[in-house]
């Protein structure tokens, strides 16, 4: 993309999220007072003084740690600081100048990108002469901010602007499709991701709850332009103990609001869940294209020619009423079958926005109703007489037109889904039926 990207590094526990939500006017990262919250770049978009940027949060830089987290976190801010054009290093002016921000510095000065030392939680202005030492990292004039009250930060955003490299005017198409990877915490999903785009770019390890924000990735490979989110695991209420994970959960239910198409993955060592059926049902709840991806089939034992049918059989019936959905099994690690993910997905997404013509319903259906009417009630006969789509709805929206519409029940409303169905693609995506008065 043309737009810039400012990056915001530094060690942990500095500000570095609050500033990104302040910057962003969002609550896109979380924040906690615990080091170390941040594991994946999250992106946002800036806009000051009628131009726009995006920026990217990154994970706290620690060096010698024990932490199975710390060493991938180090690989996404390298990530960040190579993709960027601005860079926002964030120190924290209260504890001053540490060994580790010696470190980020010297990185810092390896990569010749524009710096800016943010001396972050000057509250007061009895705390701006403590930013005076971050001198010593020479890299110029240190600006001070507070995050948390957003002092500062309107000065700051005019001297990104000044020295941002000039780029020609992208503009952002929020018309592009919008897939999400959800499920329950390691089923796969950030793996997944990383293997659609062929970088790591969102950290994994076997850890379950690893991810914790929503990740937004655009994918511009093989003719195909869309945007990935990769989302935390979605568990039971009853097992969400963390504040973190807590927020976690509700962001990706705010990302499956937000998509058009959700990808879940399922652990085929594991099986279809509870908890994987209430994620369904939050998917069909906000009315959104449905592929289900069984993810880790190479790790299945004693598998034969019917085991795939066996489990998609499964799958249907224990989510049923609703079977008409693509389903794909995988194995992300060998990455068998993942680009077929990517084929299902933009069909679900093009059959979300079918138009059928009027005429063509019609032809259709009237004969269909006429040999198979909707059965009398109280005596009364019911009469269907047109059948139209409704344009701009979100998921295709049909209305029959009956002389008696409140004696149509929902079994006759959903043998004409099926017909329906049956006759055009509808795959993966709700259906809905209106019967309304003639």
Do not use: H
């Amino acid at each position: 993309m043309a737009s810039n990207i400012v990056a915001i590094v530094g060690r942990p526990n500095v500000g570095k999220s609050t500033l990104f939500n302040r910057l962003t006017q969002t609550r896109q990262a979380i924040v906690n007072e615990q080091a170390g919250t941040t594991r994946d770049r999250q992106y946002g978009k800036v806009f000051w003084c009628g131009k726009e940027f995006s920026i990217i949060d990154t994970g706290g830089w620690v060096v010698d740690s024990d932490d199975i987290f710390e060493e991938e976190i180090r690989k996404q801010v390298v990530i960040a600081i190579e993709e960027c054009d601005v860079i926002l290093f964030v120190v924290d002016t209260m504890n001053g100048l540490t060994d580790l921000d010696a470190q980020v510095a010297q990185l810092l000065r390896q990569s010749k990108k524009p710096v800016l030392v943010v001396s972050n939680k000057v509250d007061n202005y009895d705390w701006q002469y403590a930013s005076a030492e971050f001198y010593k990292l020479g890299l110029g004039d240190p600006m001070c901010v507070s995050a948390i009250n957003g002092s500062g930060t309107g000065d700051l955003l005019d001297k990104i602007l000044e020295i941002m490299p000039a780029k020609e005017e992208d503009l952002e198409e929020d018309s592009l499709p919008r897939f999400a990877v959800v499920g329950r915490p390691n089923a796969g999903k950030s793996s997944i991701v990383n293997a659609f785009i062929g970088e790591e770019r969102n950290v994994v390890t076997d850890i379950a709850g690893t991810t914790r924000d929503s990740i937004n990735t655009r994918y511009t490979k093989f003719g195909y332009d869309f945007y990935l989110v990769d989302t935390a695991g979605i568990r039971k209420k009853g097992k969400v103990t963390e504040d973190l994970e807590y927020f976690s959960v509700i962001r990706s239910i705010r990302s499956i609001e937000d998509s058009d198409v959700c990808i879940l993955m399922i652990d085929a060592t594991r099986g279809l869940e509870s908890q994987d059926l209430n994620i369904v049902q939050l998917i069909q709840k906000n009315s959104k294209g449905l592929v289900v991806v069984v993810n880790k089939w190479d790790l299945v034992e004693n598998k034969d020619a019917n085991t795939t049918v066996k489990f998609e059989k499964v799958v249907r019936d224990r989510l049923a009423p609703f079977t008409d959905f693509p389903i794909i099994f995988t194995s992300v690690t060998n990455k068998q079958r993942i680009f077929k993910v990517v084929e299902e997905a933009m069909e679900v997404y093009k059959n979300r926005t079918r138009r059928i013509s009027t005429s063509q319903l019609n032809e259709f259906f009237l004969p269909l109703i006429e040999n198979y009417p909707p059965p009398a009630l109280k005596g009364k006969y019911i009469k269907i007489k047109y059948v139209m789509q409704l344009p701009n709805t979100a998921v295709p929206s049909f209305v029959f037109y009956a002389n008696l519409p409140q004696y149509v029940k929902d079994p006759y409303k959903r043998f004409l889904e099926n017909k329906l169905r049956e006759k055009w693609s509808l795959t993966g995506t709700p259906v809905n039926i209106y019967v309304r008065q003639k």
